[in-house]
């Protein structure tokens, strides 16, 4: 069987097909990020424009890199929510009106479901159970994965997301957006030791995070420096540090806590190298299996939204007639596939 995937939630359209005995045939990615550069985030209403523009061509393009016919296709799966409405709704009518012409399902997925899924695309890819830390620009969470739909968060952000915190604190260093990336190459630059930021939510139990005062943090150490580019390269530096040791340090409390010998790491933030470095010594240090989805699928994709839907899929699960938005839509809410 093939699973065509349709990803629209936000500022990337993308699009893949996936067999499930020749895995991932091809995936294709358009990202908007120099149409939103200019604004400094992401115009909802220009995100959708394009979304129109380019899913269509990207389903095309990878319909031939695959060699695929619409006789061979069992399902289309798209990215139902959260995300902003617009945009999932232009990634929704695509589906519905692809899956009618051909005569297959239309499976509505849950996009944090398909971050979580993503390292599955690599081999060797994690067995369930496992711990998922979910990072991206608008999600940090800490998941109990059971199996498909079995999730079980442990603790999430109490403010910011981590993602969110690195784009702010980015525009307040005077960085271009995305302010994540921007963020990281500017701390390379910058000098360990100089500035100490807090670790929040670390010297008391639990798994939540909160990141909002790191910003606060930054904007208040940048007041008291002249404000030359090593001044902001070394606040860079110890702002990525707090943030990715904060991070470490919650996984290391939740492996502990949950007994979970594996910690698959999910979203666009799992591609900050600093972070990848501290869970790779805390993952040999806890003796523990780590599994990271390659940077191109770390961000959002057609690819894992192909995969989760595929899963789905070989469940049982066959959608319904419904056209399905949810630009909020809680992990905790979506079940296993019936």
């Known amino acids: 069987m093939r699973i065509l995937g349709i990803e629209s939630s936000c500022d990337e359209s993308g ?83 692809l899956a009618w012409a051909w005569g297959v399902p239309a499976l509505p997925v849950h996009h944090m479901e398909g971050h979580l899924l993503a390292p599955m695309l690599e081999d060797p890819r994690p067995e369930f159970p496992f711990l998922a830390l979910l990072v ?66 670390t010297d008391r139990p639990g798994l939540e995070f909160s990141f909002s005062g790191l910003k606060t943090f930054a904007l208040n150490t940048l007041a008291k420096v002249e404000g ?17 040791e904060t991070l ?15 910690l698959v790491v999910a979203g666009g933030v799992g591609a900050n190298q600093r972070l990848r470095a501290g869970l790779r010594t805390l993952a040999a240090k806890e003796g523990v299996e780590l599994f990271f989805p390659r940077l191109e699928f770390c961000t959002d994709n057609g690819a894992m939204i192909a995969l989760a839907g595929l899963i789905r899929y070989q469940s049982g699960y066959r959608g319904d007639e419904s056209l399905m ?6 992990l905790s809410e979506l079940g296993v596939p019936r």
């Open 15 to 97: 699009a893949a097909i996936i067999d499930d005995e020749r895995g991932l045939l091809a995936h294709a990615l358009y990202s908007q990020v120099a149409r939103h550069a200019e604004y400094g985030g992401v115009v909802p209403e220009l995100a959708s424009r394009d979304h129109v523009r380019k899913l269509l061509p990207l389903v095309e393009q990878v319909m031939k890199e695959s060699g695929s016919e619409p006789g061979d296709i069992s399902a289309i799966a798209y990215t139902a929510g959260p995300g902003l409405v617009g945009a999932l709704l232009v990634g929704a009518m695509e589906a519905r009106g």
């Open 136 to 201: 991206s620009g608008g999600h940090s969470m800490l998941v109990h994965v059971n199996g498909i739909g079995d999730y079980q968060v442990l603790g999430e952000s109490l403010d910011d997301a981590v993602g969110e915190a690195f784009d702010k604190t980015a525009k307040l260093l005077g960085l271009g957006y995305p302010g994540g990336p921007a963020l990281a190459a500017l701390a390379e630059e910058g000098g360990a030791g100089r500035f100490h930021f807090p670790r929040p939510m």
């Open 228 to 244: 030359s580019r090593q001044d902001k390269a070394d606040i860079a530096l110890a702002f990525e540090q707090a943030v990715t």
């Open 248 to 262: 470490v340090i919650k996984c290391r409390r939740a492996l502990r806590e949950s007994g979970l010998r594996r």
């Open 325 to 330: 938005a949810r630009p909020r839509w809680p």
